[in-house]
């Protein structure tokens, strides 16, 4: 088990180490550079500053001496400074991390609390006529393109009802309450939710329809236990395990779902942070961005793994690869 | 093939939107206006009988908008979801076919890519200024050139559901007797799959490009949203979009057009690629 878990933990590392110097080799690709920026702002500077600046910020080195420079300032804990806020790169990415883990957190209950009774109740009949409006509603929860759903709330909510806030973290002017942050949060994870929601939900009902089928099920009916018994205890536990491999699997589209819709609604978290970095030639920012993305979709997966080998004794993980 | 009502209506929609897509300059024709004219005298119109749609932010007519930005939305999917399943075919048959060593590498880097948070790095792929690796500046600013990028760069991402589609189908085929016999009869592995192998595991493949159609007019609606995909002034439903949100206050009508056809073209693509699963796989049949 231990075993398993650093190899993974290597492998993860391997996979963010590739990551970084593939991303490092693009950022450096994006238009314009950092130092053309800056002195576009300022008439005054003379080629002999320009070239200064590069010195100083080691933009005159190849790009593979930078990449190694960064590395190694990186792994004593130096992640560089941000171009946009004029801050060290850590401190951003600390005060942007809870608010999106505040919003995946939250969706991700909201959608698990609708997942799970919609998926029993479509499975308790397959094909029955609840079973097709589910399955209905899940294909419009999959197919809808989540930027435009976010649209649809915000006309709706905020410009035809006026009941909610059409973006942003908090009201200007007034105090900043608990409440009036939860009033900002509603659209964000309703959006989000609306976005894995269906998949969720498909994946469990599947899963289910597969465990009914089971030997044990029947078992479990003969001997005359309720439906919801049978369903809660004997079905729904089994069906669990392939669902929270595909749920590590699907972190990776809820960490693509915040960046849209933090964006959209204004919500300064990672996803809304990265993509401004991207956009604001923030080398340093979106880098260290993109890795900590990575590294939680990552993390989401193996999590995943190893609740999976909990949830069910007949598997383990040994170091010789008995997976 | 169980055809129900949904799999017609969408079947059915997704051949009006690709004939109205298609006859876009008919209907420009028809309707005596230009799709690019900029009118900022009417600007914003609500519809009337010279616009069907009314107009957008600046004064162009709306349906007409609509309509070639479903040229490029629709192509660019189209194209996009073939060019990625012929690259998951590839690797899946590849994997499958040889096994061990080559399949578990193959198949960790498919993992990989469908785990990790594809729009970021998607959006950093967009954001590459195609000039500084060598493009000439027309060429890397053509409406081709953004057609072309986004098409191989939403296939680099799509093609690992493809890859292990087709690998599960290789698996199970490579042990049939006529695999057996053609190696028997001592042909070489690259004919076997292809001639034997993949023919075999058309069906998969059908029902991998489908639903990467949806999936790829999805990323290709986000990314050109954001700026990234395909720029303005050529329309696309993603790019349309991008304006609306600023004049949400204004003209909420013009947000909801754009998003409604993405949504029915993806909404019906994912429920042909259904249909089709469950017509073309014997195993759908038991388990419902």
């Not at chain 1, 759903?149 to 709706?156: E, N, S």
């Not at chain 1, 959006?191 to 089928?213: D, G």
């Amino acid at each position: 088990m231990l075993g398993y878990l650093v190899g993974r933990l290597l492998q993860a590392l391997t996979v963010l180490l590739l990551l970084s110097a593939a991303t490092y080799g693009l950022l450096g690709l994006m238009p314009g550079d950092p130092i053309d920026l800056m002195s576009g702002a300022n008439p005054d500077i003379t080629p002999a500053d320009i070239a200064r600046l590069k010195a100083l910020h080691g933009l005159d080195q190849p790009i593979w001496s930078r990449y190694l420079a960064w590395v190694s300032a990186a792994l004593q804990g130096d992640f560089g400074y941000s171009r946009l806020y004029a801050q060290p790169v850590l401190d951003i990415v600390a005060d942007r991390l809870p608010v999106t883990l505040m919003l995946i957190g939250v969706s991700l209950v909201v959608a698990l609390a609708i997942a799970f009774p919609a998926a029993m109740f479509a499975a308790r009949n397959p094909g029955g006529l609840a079973d097709r409006a589910i399955n209905l509603v899940c294909f419009a929860g999959i197919s809808v393109p989540p930027f435009w759903l976010a649209l649809l709330l915000i006309i709706l909510f905020a410009v035809i009802l006026g009941w909610l806030p059409a973006g942003g973290m908090a009201s200007t002017g007034g105090e900043a309450s608990t409440l009036d942050r939860l009033r900002h949060l509603i659209l964000p994870v309703a959006t989000l939710t609306a976005a894995t929601v269906a998949a969720y939900t498909r994946h469990l009902r599947a899963a289910l329809i597969e465990v009914l089928s089971e030997d044990y099920v029947r078992t479990a009916r003969a001997k005359g236990l309720s439906e919801h018994r049978v369903m809660t205890r004997h079905a729904l536990r089994n069906a669990l395990l392939p669902v929270v491999t595909l749920l590590g699997l699907d972190f990776g589209a809820l960490v693509s779902g915040a960046l849209i819709t933090e964006t959209m609604f204004a919500q300064l978290g990672m996803g809304k942070m990265i993509y401004d970095a991207i956009m604001g030639n923030d080398y340093n920012l979106a880098l260290v961005g993109l890795l900590v993305a990575a590294g939680a979709t990552l993390l989401g997966s193996l999590l995943a793994d190893l609740a999976y080998a909990r949830l069910d004794p007949r598997i383990s993980y040994r170091a010789d690869g008995g997976s | 093939m169980r055809a129900t009502l949904a799999t017609w209506v969408a079947g059915g929609l997704l051949a009006v939107l690709a004939m109205a897509a298609v006859t876009a300059p008919l209907a420009e024709l028809a309707m005596g206006l230009d799709a690019q004219a900029v009118d900022l005298f009417s600007r914003l119109q609500p519809p009337s009988p010279a616009h069907p749609l009314g107009t957008d932010e600046l004064g162009r007519d709306l349906l007409l908008r609509l309509l070639y930005g479903g040229q490029v939305s629709l192509a660019v999917g189209l194209a996009a979801a073939v060019v990625a399943s012929a690259i998951g075919t590839g690797i899946g048959l590849a994997a499958g076919y040889l096994g061990g060593r080559v399949d578990a590498v193959l198949m960790r880097v498919a993992d990989g890519v469908i785990a990790l948070p594809l729009l970021p790095l998607l959006i950093v792929l967009a954001a590459v200024d195609l000039t500084k690796l060598g493009f000439p500046p027309d060429a890397a600013q053509s409406e081709l050139t953004a057609i072309a990028r986004l098409v191989i760069l939403v296939s680099l991402v799509g093609w690992p559901v493809t890859a292990r589609l087709v690998r599960a189908a290789t698996l199970s085929l490579r042990r049939r007797e006529f695999v057996e016999a053609a190696r028997a009869l001592g042909f070489s592995p690259l004919r076997i799959a292809l001639r034997h192998v993949l023919p075999n595991a058309a069906a998969p493949i059908l029902v991998a490009t489908t639903l990467a159609v949806g999936n790829v007019v999805l990323f290709e609606s986000v990314l050109s949203f954001l700026g990234l995909g395909i720029r303005p002034p050529t329309p696309s439903w993603g790019n349309m979009l991008t304006g609306a949100q600023e004049l949400i206050w204004e003209d909420p009508r013009l947000a909801i057009w754009p998003g409604l056809l993405i949504f029915l073209t993806v909404v019906s693509v994912n429920l042909l690629g259904d249909a089709l699963r469950d017509a073309l796989d014997p195993r759908a049949l038991t388990r419902r």
